[in-house]
């Protein structure tokens, strides 16, 4: 981006406004709608200290500062949207209207920097790739549907009933992790405050006495000494490690592909990331269908929104085995993610040529999968924070008594 000056004469006066923009044409686009007046000349310049500072704050804080949108906020924004470009209001109107009444303010900087770029004569999925984080994959994915078939109203509609769904996924997944996580942290404060201030009284005792300590007690008294004697540092590591740690997935596509590797193969981790994928996937391909996209091409929108790489390559193989002549069927065999049910489904909609029908009976399916597990995640998590707390209250209690009961004995023996 370069910085540009504007000269503009506005009430008899000439004022100076600075402000980036990609080519000098852009900067001559931008300065008439942005400045009221009579445009004098716009011109390259240097930015000032000032504005060199801000820049580069915001280069550096880019992505700690990179967030999605509040999901209530988007929902409210996109069903809006829908309602005016249903109205016959034009997208750029809609948009800056949005943008002015949004509580949010990530939302209205996005929504003005998306009117911008339309002005600037780009289409609304074209503006919206810029903020792919921010708005989530389903999002451009709908409007992609919406552009492809000239009917951009009623892919909004959709796209706020998928993430009004999406967003009561999530509050269910809240609420069933609420009280696991409750007890979890009320067992890690207990753990804390007992290595903290009772296991040292004991470590004295221990040390008067010259015994041969047992393994759980060493354990205890080692993690004694680093909590109270390295505790801020080991906290400081274990945050630059997990910030390190994000910046490569971030920036790295193989680390990222590892990592998401590595969550298909933990327990319950995979299923959630398995159905709620799968759901997505079959939900926009069967919206895409049912507009008359063709496979190749719906495959290759719905392919677009899976965050999951291993996920995405398997998926993106049915789009060769597609391209090639193949059947959708076939190539979704061939990924191995597609119980047989929804292969034989997908074969017969092929045949009867209703696959839009069928597909939709697929994303039903998975999408009641999906629920299924959200609604058990409660039961589900259980059993690992019973493993956990016993765990915990296990080596404190043979920790602590263990010495003691071998003491007893050495005393009783004596006698």
């Given at each position: 981006m370069t910085y540009f000056i504007a000269t503009v004469l506005s009430k008899g006066k000439k004022e100076?406004?600075?402000?980036?923009?990609?080519?000098?044409?852009?900067?001559?686009?931008?300065?008439?709608?942005?400045?009221?007046?009579i445009i004098i000349k716009v011109a390259e310049s240097e930015p000032p200290l000032?504005?060199?500072?801000?820049?580069?704050?915001?280069?550096?804080?880019?992505?700690?500062r990179k967030k999605k949108i509040k999901q209530d906020a988007l929902i409210a924004s996109t069903r809006q949207l829908a309602v005016m470009t249903?109205?016959?209001?034009?997208?750029?109107?809609?948009?800056?209207?949005?943008?002015?009444?949004?509580?949010?303010?990530s939302l209205k900087d996005i929504f003005l920097s998306i009117a911008d770029d339309i002005n600037s004569g780009h289409s609304l999925s074209h503006a919206m790739g810029n903020y792919r984080f921010e708005l989530g994959n389903l999002t451009l994915a709908m409007i992609e549907l919406g552009e492809k078939t000239g009917n951009v109203a009623d892919a909004l509609y959709s796209l706020s009933n998928m993430l009004e769904e999406i967003r009561a996924n999530v509050i269910k997944f809240k609420k069933a992790m609420a009280y696991p996580r409750n007890v979890m942290i009320a067992m890690a404060i207990a753990f804390t405050i007992l290595i903290s201030y009772v296991v040292p009284k004991f470590k004295a005792i221990f040390e008067q006495l010259h015994a041969e300590l047992p393994l759980p007690t060493i354990i205890l008294l080692k993690l004694e000494y680093i909590f109270n004697n390295?505790?801020?540092?080991?906290?400081?590591?274990?945050?630059?490690?997990?910030?390190?740690?994000?910046?490569?997935?971030n920036n790295y596509r193989n680390v990222r592909y590892n990592f998401h590797k590595f969550l298909l193969k933990i327990y319950l981790i995979k299923n959630i990331i398995m159905y709620a994928t799968l759901s997505r996937f079959t939900l926009v391909f069967a919206e895409l269908i049912r507009a008359g996209i063709p496979i190749a091409e719906a495959l290759d929108t719905s392919i677009s929104m899976v965050d999951n790489l291993p996920l995405k390559d398997k998926l993106s193989?049915?789009?060769?085995?597609?391209?090639?002549?193949?059947?959708?069927?076939?190539?979704?065999?061939?990924?191995?993610?597609?119980?047989?049910?929804?292969?034989?489904?997908?074969?017969?909609g092929e045949s009867s040529g209703q696959l839009d029908s069928m597909m939709q009976k697929v994303a039903e399916y998975y999408k009641m999968k999906f629920d299924a597990i959200i609604d058990g995640l409660a039961e589900a998590v259980e059993p690992?924070?019973?493993?956990?707390?016993?765990?915990?209250?296990?080596?404190?209690?043979?920790?602590?008594?263990?010495?003691?009961?071998n003491l007893g004995q050495a005393v009783n023996g004596s006698h």
């Open positions: 100076d406004y600075g402000y980036y923009a990609e080519t000098k044409k852009e900067a001559h686009y931008l300065a008439k709608i942005k400045f009221s007046g000032e504005e060199k500072f801000k820049q580069f704050k915001a280069s550096l804080t880019k992505n700690m249903n109205a016959g209001i034009p997208i750029n109107d809609s948009i800056k209207e949005i943008a002015r009444s949004a509580s949010d303010n390295f505790g801020p540092y080991v906290l400081a590591a274990l945050f630059i490690s997990f910030m390190i740690f994000r910046f490569m997935i193989s049915v789009r060769a085995t597609v391209e090639k002549g193949g059947n959708l069927h076939n190539g979704l065999k061939e990924t191995d993610l597609f119980e047989n049910m929804i292969i034989q489904m997908v074969s017969a690992i924070m019973l493993i956990i707390i016993a765990s915990m209250v296990l080596l404190l209690a043979l920790g602590i008594f263990l010495p003691m009961w």
